[in-house]
T-cell receptor, first 113, second 115 residues
Framework: EAQVTQNPRYLITVTGKKLTVTCSQN?????MSWYRQDPGLGLRQIYY???????DKGDVPEGYKVSRKEKRNFPLILESPSPNQTSLYFC????????????FGNGTRLTVT | GENVEQHPSTLSVQEGDSAVIKCTYS??????FPWYKQELGKRPQLIID?????GEKKDQRIAVTLNKTAKHFSLHITETQPEDSAVYFC??????????????FGQGTILTVHP
């Protein structure tokens, strides 16, 4: 089944403890991206990747890191999480670089205390 | 970057009525206009999209219209049903240029369809 898989679905952590949210797609998509969703603010792009080893900042990249060493994987790294990073996170991919719809993962609910 | 505004932020209709959500964007070079639906507790999913060489597209009860001159596009849902209740997002995009791949979503519209 074609899908975008995120793990974990839920994560509770403490301030400053490094964490990684994984994202993997099995559709051979070039483009992958991360979003955070907060009430009233919609979906805001954190980082995106046009292809392997190519990543760029979205609108809210502060406090996050990403890497794209393989085409299928695009992990989101929080080196020192803070409470303002408590949010719902979505990973998404698509075949072309534009003009095609995003396929979203099921989301990761992160709580930082 | 692209400025995107969605209106209304909430919309309440009776089953069977029509619903219209408008998305206004700032980049005149935008050429791809999708609408995503997010049901409660679920991921966003594409429901309809349109490209800049087309003014209107319809898929059963759902349609999207594009006005490139005025820089807005709208989602139209006819004969609404309770299962249409969800949050709807627009995400106009520009292919090419320095913002290639960078996406800005509208703030979302909460649609509630009352039986």
């Amino acid at each position: 089944e074609a899908q975008v898989t995120q793990n974990p679905r839920y994560l509770i952590t403490v301030t400053g403890k490094k964490l990684t949210v994984t994202c993997s797609q099995n559709m051979n998509h070039e483009y992958m991206s991360w979003y955070r969703q907060d009430p009233g603010l919609g979906l805001r792009q954190i980082y995106y990747s046009m292809n392997v080893e190519v990543t760029d900042k979205g609108d809210v990249p502060e406090g996050y890191k990403v890497s794209r060493k393989e085409k299928r994987n695009f992990p989101l790294i929080l080196e020192s999480p803070s409470p303002n990073q408590t949010s719902l996170y979505f990973c998404a991919s698509r075949p072309g670089s534009y003009n095609s719809p995003l396929h979203f993962g099921n989301g990761t609910r992160l709580t930082v205390t | 970057g692209e400025n995107v505004e969605q209106h209304p932020s909430t919309l309440s209709v009776q089953e069977g009525d029509s619903a219209v959500i408008k998305c206004t964007y700032s980049d005149s070079a935008s050429n791809y206009f999708p609408w995503y639906k997010q049901e409660l507790g679920k991921r966003p999913q594409l429901i309809i999209d349109i490209r800049s060489n087309v003014g209107e597209k319809k898929d059963q009860r759902i349609a999207v219209t594009l006005n490139k001159t005025a820089k807005h596009f709208s989602l139209h849902i006819t004969e609404t049903q309770p299962e249409d209740s969800a949050v709807y997002f627009c995400a106009p995009e520009t292919g090419g240029g320095t913002s290639y791949g960078k996406l800005t979503f509208g703030q979302g519209t909460i649609l509630t369809v009352h039986p």
